[in-house]
């Protein structure tokens, strides 16, 4: 979906028909982003803004031997 540090933003509108619709389908994905992303919720009296942010890759071993 995003690459490593890759940043999404969504914003959300409320106040509109449709609305709530939209939300509960934008809130419903949100859920089935795999854990190692980093979800910020911000709060306004008007829109809602998401930020997603992928996660760094896994550090590669190296083994010398």
Do not use: N
Not at 19 to 25: M, W
């Amino acid at each position: 979906l995003l690459r490593p540090r890759g940043l999404l933003s969504l914003l959300l509108y409320r106040e509109h028909a449709g609305a709530q619709g939209e939300s509960d389908a934008v809130l419903e994905w949100l859920d089935r982003l795999p854990a190692t992303h980093r979800i910020e919720r911000h709060e306004s009296p008007g829109p809602v803004l998401f930020l997603v942010t992928a996660p760094l890759p896994p550090l590669s071993r190296c083994d010398s031997g």
